[in-house]
């Protein structure tokens, strides 16, 4: 078993944290240091797969770069993601986290930014970010932040007024949008908007996998453990934890969705959406298919599927008025029409490009801050995701101003959770 952590969470909530102004000359100051080769200290905040991933990287992105301080709620899970990010940096050269900063509980987080690193990884289940971004923000530290940024809309408004943060106070914030680091995609949305397949006429946008992390039988519950640790274990399963699959994974798809638009949003959407495969505990569906309305008539469309046995697919497709540019299905970007295209350059390492721009932007003292487009691409699966929830007809200014919120307040470790219904599309309302 790991530790427990039974403290509260911090009071530092989303709806409101303190605010200061020594945490932006402190960036200020490194900025200026780091030109001169000092040391980047970097921190992690959630050990899993994402999170091993991302400190790899992160250290592989800077000659200067070490792993000071982790966080996590669970202590095996700390010691293999070390025990990975050491294997891959060749002993502990760049891995210099002693016991003292390794931090469990939920307000780890904190722990890790009061530490005197540099740099915040953000990779726990996407409930906690607005929170964690935030205070992350507050203290001055530059930020690499998984997707999602949130699960709801407050967390979205949250995530903007951050990142209006950030960008005053001069931090580098790059999200964990991967396919806007990717040299093919980016190639071919270049294609886009310089008008080689015309007016955009259509999106069709697919995400159909296995099931990402199915719960686990009732029965395999240990005896004791409480509803919040269960939750956390198995967070994929519930909504709060990860906004749904197509708020926590094909999120990827609306993010290339919203690039190829010029990251302007729908007018609205409607959706469908279920489970096909019962299951206990969890409350996410397996399977929607959103419709998003733009103006001019243009229509973009997102299907997703988490169920084993079926057609599987991560591809897009996007029509013009001169040609239709596919991206995926095991080939390079192309495009058929009038303009014959097909991508002949690099292909680099998504993932390892979206740390390579944090820390050069870092060195250089030029901020990059990939801030709104990610809230807004956070927001657009939601959008879809309240869309297929209730079966109505949702703008893009009711998504933005809803007040239903997700997240528990004043979560702590012991404290009893229920999981709210499966929702029910005509019977769910809109909050």
């Not at 530059?142 to 005053?168: I, N």
């Not at 879809?384 to 470790?413: C, H, K, V």
Request: aromatic residues 8%.
């Amino acid at each position: 078993m790991p530790e427990k952590p039974h403290e509260k969470l911090s009071a530092r909530s989303r709806r409101g944290f303190l605010r200061g102004t020594a945490a932006a000359a402190g960036a200020a100051s490194f900025l200026r240091a780091a030109e001169t080769g000092r040391e980047i200290k970097v921190g992690l905040v959630g050990c899993g797969g994402r999170g091993t991933g991302a400190a790899a990287q992160a250290l592989q992105a800077d000659d200067y770069a070490v792993l000071t301080a982790v966080a996590d709620v669970d202590r095996e899970r700390v010691d293999k993601s070390l025990e990975a990010v050491e294997e891959r940096h060749q002993g502990k050269k760049k891995v210099r986290v002693n016991k003292k900063r390794q931090f469990l509980g939920l307000n780890a987080y904190q722990s890790v930014i009061d530490s005197g690193v540099d740099v915040v990884l953000l990779a726990t289940p996407p409930g906690f970010r607005p929170q964690h971004l935030r205070a992350c923000i507050e203290a001055g530290k530059h930020v690499f932040c998984e997707k999602p940024m949130a699960v709801d809309a407050p967390g979205v408004r949250s995530v903007h007024e951050t990142v209006k943060m950030a960008a005053a106070k001069k931090l580098s914030l790059v999200a964990g949008f991967c396919w806007r680091y990717n040299s093919q995609v980016a190639a071919a949305m270049e294609q886009v908007h310089s008008g080689a397949i015309g007016e955009i006429v259509a999106y069709y946008a697919t995400f159909y996998t296995n099931p990402v992390k199915p719960m686990p039988p009732h029965y395999e519950r240990p005896l004791g453990m409480s509803d919040v640790e269960w939750q956390i274990r198995n967070w994929y399963n519930f909504v709060w934890l990860c906004g749904d699959g197509l708020v926590e994974q094909a999120v990827h798809s609306a993010d290339k969705i919203a690039w190829a638009m010029g990251d302007k949003p729908p007018e609205s959407c409607v959706a469908v959406g279920g489970r096909q495969i019962p299951a206990h505990d969890g409350n996410i569906f397996d399977h929607f298919e959103v419709n998003y309305r733009y103006p001019d008539g243009v229509r973009a469309f997102l299907g997703c599927r988490q169920i084993a046995g079926c057609h599987r697919e991560n591809a897009d497709y996007i029509l013009g008025t001169k040609g239709k540019l596919t991206i995926g299905r095991g080939l390079l970007p192309r495009i058929e029409g009038e303009n014959p295209w097909v991508y002949r350059g690099p292909q680099n390492n998504m993932y390892q490009e979206e740390h390579d721009v944090l820390f050069r932007a870092i060195r250089r003292g030029e901020p990059v801050n990939d801030g709104v487009r990610m809230a807004n691409s956070s927001l657009l699966a939601i959008q879809g995701r309240m869309a297929a929830y209730t079966g109505q007809e949702i703008t893009w200014e009711q998504a933005m101003q809803s007040q239903e919120e997700r997240f528990p307040d004043n979560l702590r470790w012991n404290m009893p959770l229920d999981v709210p219904p499966l929702a029910r599309p005509g019977q769910t309302k809109f909050v």
